[in-house]
């Protein structure tokens, strides 16, 4: 069955200015997601990053310290799914819960 990654892209500072219970309503809706993912066998695996502050790029041998880009928005997590086509995919990417600055990217994942 193809595979999909979902990455989500979103504004660090904005999620960190949440209150606590913003977060875990976030976090909690994440989990039911999970729960509907796994029901219809769809989840492969998912995992939310840790701050990009600790993140290193490597490129012909050298590492770089980030950030890298000049946005705001930073990959903060992930969801592999298999789904039969791509209008699934993109179906359960519009079902991720709302934080700020969220941008879901569906990527094919390549047969190799």
Known sequence: MPRYLLLLHGDEEGEAALSGDERRAIVEAHG????????????????????????RVVRDASVTDGPFAETKEVVGGFYLLECPTDDEAVEWARRMPGSPGLAVEVRPVADV
């Open 32 to 55: 039911r997601l999970i729960g509907d993912l796994r029901e219809a066998g769809a989840l492969v695996a998912s995992a939310a990053l840790e701050s990009s502050e600790r993140t």
